[in-house]
């Protein structure tokens, strides 16, 4: 029995060990396949400033975030930021929060 359980241990030894060898070699040799790096650009003109509503007093009121709580992005690269609220009426930065 004991013969048995030593015998499974090291049949499940040599196995991680040959896959981690195997699959090391092919994700090096998938990363070199091209030789290739991605290329990143910075785009000057995003994120484009909140728009200002105007308000009933014909004000235009600036928006206040708050803490960011989730961002995502879907297919068509729109950007969703999902925010939790402040506290209303309180100021910060000379900006009326809750409006």
């Not at 004991?2 to 030894?13: D, L, N, Q």
């Not at 992005?73 to 506290?87: A, K, L, P």
């Amino acid at each position: 029995m004991k013969t048995m359980k030593y015998a499974c241990i090291g049949g499940v030894a040599i196995a991680a060990i040959a896959f981690a060898i195997v699959g090391e070699k092919s994700l090096a040799d998938s990363s070199s396949s091209d030789g290739r790096q991605p290329v990143f650009a910075v785009d000057a003109s995003w994120p484009l400033p909140l728009p200002a509503p105007v308000g009933d007093d014909g004000k235009a009121h600036t928006w206040v975030q708050g803490e960011v709580a989730g961002n995502c992005i879907d297919q068509r690269d729109n950007v969703y930021t999902f925010n939790r609220g402040w506290e209303v009426g309180v100021t910060v930065n000379g900006v009326l929060q809750g409006n």
